[in-house]
């Protein structure tokens, strides 16, 4: 039974640590890795990278290749296009239901999150920008009470923070262009204006993942 526990407890380890490289963009899409590095990487036998790899392959982030390795899955073109659809109807519903109530305690939430950006965008701390900005549109679709948004909203979590990942990665993406829209959406909620937040949320997404956001 201690061998099994010790096996189980490998193969979550190896699981976590090489999904969290994905989501971050350490292991970028389209990259052919093998067992074996990883086994090494992280100081552990192939078997319970093996099954990190089949949970990976199950859950869509990679695809396995016998004898060759495990292919990370890159993001789909229209997946990304799908995931901000979504985000743009959960969080325009939410804001349009917060624009009734009071958003005091919402708006000293979203700023200190804007301090939290500044931070890590000095130290170019890409890894923890993406989970914040991931967490920045989360607070207000929270806020706005709904349960079963909420909860479709963190089922997209993960692939948003890859995305936002891959967005931060690529270079091309501007840090503090990305923060200064998203003072704009405070601002816009803080001010109850739920149209312009709507406009606004649609150039943000359509910048930072290069996408046309068709009939938005």
Do not use: C
Not at 15 to 24: A, M, P, Q, S, Y
């Amino acid at each position: 039974m201690q061998l099994v526990s010790k096996t189980y407890s490998s193969a979550e380890r190896a699981f976590h640590e090489v999904k969290e490289r994905i989501l971050t963009g350490m292991l970028p899409g389209g990259e052919l890795i093998s067992e074996g590095e990883i086994a090494a990487d992280l100081g552990m036998s192939r078997t319970p990278v093996r099954e990190a790899f089949l949970r990976l392959e199950a859950e869509g982030w990679m695809k396995l290749y016998p004898k060759r390795g495990a292919l990370v899955v890159p993001i789909p073109p229209a997946e990304a296009e799908h995931v901000a659809h979504a985000r743009y109807v959960v969080e325009t519903g939410a804001v349009r239901a917060l624009v009734a109530v009071d958003r005091s305690t919402l708006d000293t939430a979203l700023r200190e999150s804007l301090d939290r950006q500044r931070e890590l965008a000095d130290i170019a701390d890409f890894a923890r920008f993406a989970v914040v900005d991931t967490d920045f549109h989360r607070t207000y679709v929270v806020a706005a009470g709904n349960p079963l948004l909420t909860g479709f909203y963190d089922s997209l979590r993960e692939r948003q923070r890859r995305m936002n990942s891959v967005a931060l990665h690529r270079g091309s993406t501007d840090i503090d262009k990305i923060i200064g829209q998203h003072a704009r959406l405070a601002d816009l909620i803080e001010a109850g204006d739920a149209t312009g937040f709507a406009a606004a949320l649609v150039e943000h997404l359509a910048g930072v993942h290069q996408l046309e956001l068709r009939g938005l």
